[in-house]
C-alpha cells in the first residue's frame, strides 16, 4: 500500500564522499536509543539519532549486524503493531 503524504528527505553522505537522497520512513526508540528509519529506491538503512532536541544529527550504524538486528526488530513491530 502507497501512502501518498509527504515524506522528509535527507541527504546521506558515505564514508567515500557519495551523497544519496533519502525518505525519512520511520522513527523509532529501541534500548534507550533514538534511530531513522531511511529509504532510498533501492537501499533501506538505519541511522542512530544523537544529540538534544533541536540540535540533532544522524549517525552511521558501522556494525552490519546491529544494523540488521534493528532493522528486523522494527519489521516485526510494525507486523505486530494494530493498523491505524
Known amino acids: 500500500m502507497m501512502h501518498d503524504e509527504p515524506r522528509d528527505y535527507i541527504t546521506v553522505e558515505?564514508?567515500?564522499?557519495?551523497?544519496k537522497d533519502f525518505a525519512v520512513e520511520a522513527l523509532f526508540d529501541m534500548n534507550d536509543e533514538s534511530y531513522a528509519l531511511l529509504t532510498a529506491a533501492?537501499?533501506?538503512?538505519?541511522?542512530?539519532?544523537?544529540?538534544?532536541?533541536?540540535?540533532?544529527?544522524?549517525v552511521g550504524i558501522?556494525?552490519?549486524?546491529e544494523s540488521e538486528a534493528l532493522l528486523a526488530a522494527y519489521q516485526i513491530a510494525v507486523e505486530h503493531a494494530p493498523a491505524e
Not at 558515505?14 to 551523497?19: A, C, I, K, W
Not at 533501492?42 to 544522524?58: C, P
Not at 558501522?62 to 549486524?65: A, K
Open 42 to 58: 533501492d537501499e533501506t538503512i538505519v541511522m542512530k539519532i544523537e544529540g538534544e532536541e533541536g540540535n540533532q544529527y544522524l
Open 14 to 19: 558515505d564514508d567515500r564522499g557519495n551523497r
Open 62 to 65: 558501522s556494525d552490519p549486524s
